[in-house]
């Protein structure tokens, strides 16, 4: 489904990827592990074709579609959606009507998306503009939302357990689990996922991660099963990805 090749990205000017390979098969979910500032977000939103984010060389594969040019808008249309780890608030924008929007755009039906909300337990933020005065477990939870009425055959989930308690993360982990696996007699592939985590936390609560990589200085350095990942960050900490790779 998804296919980076040799990815080289600058933003303002300084060189964050340094020539990533990495591969997302149809229905597979895969976890982006890495310490801060190793360049897992920046991948996202190179991904998704954020402005700002220069690609030098490269390119970026979408079922079979080279999208390394094309605008955002485009490359949802195609497909691709995300959620951000820091979402803008917007003013005068309610979240219930910009659902609706997006639901109608993308063909979502607005009583799925109301009974997800519900689950969300943000029904409540649907007649507020979006992300003004939220917690950032609502942030996430919105976002959630709002991605699910997109029914993306990828999702981009930059850290949704970032800045999140520990009593929310069943629930996003519920919907992440809904927007990835959740049945669609309309889709002609099995949906797909890239989850960024820095801890891993999230990955707890869904219901399968095919594999994970991890992301040192701007490059994929490894990858593998998630949970041996995992303990192993767990116990010896990127430090010790790094003396293992030196070894090798």
């Keep these: 489904m998804l296919r ?5 990205v600058k933003v303002g000017g300084r060189e964050i990827l340094k020539g990533v390979n990495l591969e997302v098969g149809e229905g597979e979910v895969v976890a982006l592990l890495g310490p801060n500032g190793s360049g897992k977000s920046t991948l996202l939103h190179a991904i998704m074709g954020r402005p700002g984010y220069e690609v030098v060389e490269g390119r970026i594969v979408f079922n079979g579609v080279d999208i390394t040019g094309m605008r955002p808008d485009e490359r949802a249309k195609l497909g691709l959606g995300m959620l951000m780890q820091i979402p803008p608030a917007l003013k005068g924008v309610r979240l219930g009507d910009l659902l609706k929007k997006i639901s109608s755009f993308y063909g979502a039906e607005i009583d799925y998306l109301r009974k997800l909300a519900e ?6 933020l649907l007649d507020r503009e979006l992300h003004r ?10 976002e959630l939302l709002l991605l699910a009425a997109q029914s993306p055959k990828l999702a981009l989930l930059d850290e949704p357990d970032s ?6 993360l069943p629930v996003l982990g519920r919907a992440i689990n809904e927007i990835v696996y959740a049945y669609d007699s309309k889709a002609k592939e099995k949906r797909s996922a890239i989850i960024v985590t820095h801890a891993g936390k999230i990955l707890s609560y869904i219901e399968r991660v095919n594999r994970a990589y991890i992301m040192l200085d701007g490059k994929v350095s490894c990858f593998g099963n998630p949970r041996d990942l995992i303990e192993d960050i767990e116990k010896y900490g990127f430090e010790g990805c790094l003396r293992c790779l030196k070894v090798i």
Excluded: C, H, Y
């Design 4 to 8: 980076v090749e040799n990815l080289r």
């Design 119 to 124: 689950s969300l337990r943000i029904t409540g």
């Design 133 to 142: 005065g939220f917690s950032g477990g609502e942030m996430k939870r919105a």
């Design 163 to 168: 800045g999140v308690d520990l009593e929310s």
